[in-house]
């Protein structure tokens, strides 16, 4: 399992409505490649509020990536 950190929508995305409600996205690229790679995905959110809720999800990791970066 591995997580993937989510990153800040642009000003052009936050002006789209399919963005509405979100302040985070990850691109579906880098999930497709994980998955190619037999990985399964879950999302850490960059801007929790909650940061405890996204450190617990680390014992349960095989690795983190961050895509684009």
């Given at each position: 399992?591995?997580?993937?950190?989510?990153?800040?929508?642009?000003?052009?995305?936050?002006?789209?409505?399919?963005?509405?409600?979100?302040?985070?996205y990850i691109?579906?690229?880098?999930?497709?490649?994980?998955?190619?790679?037999?990985?399964?995905?879950?999302?850490?959110?960059?801007?929790?509020?909650?940061?405890?809720?996204?450190?617990?999800?680390?014992?349960?990791?095989?690795?983190?990536?961050?895509?684009?970066?």
């Open positions: 399992m591995i997580a993937v950190i989510t990153q800040p929508l642009t000003d052009v995305q936050k002006s789209d409505p399919k963005y509405a409600g979100r302040s985070s691109p579906a690229s880098c999930v497709d490649f994980l998955k190619g790679a037999g990985a399964r995905t879950v999302p850490l959110y960059y801007d929790s509020t909650t940061p405890n809720t996204e450190l617990s999800k680390l014992n349960r990791l095989n690795g983190v990536i961050f895509c684009d970066g």
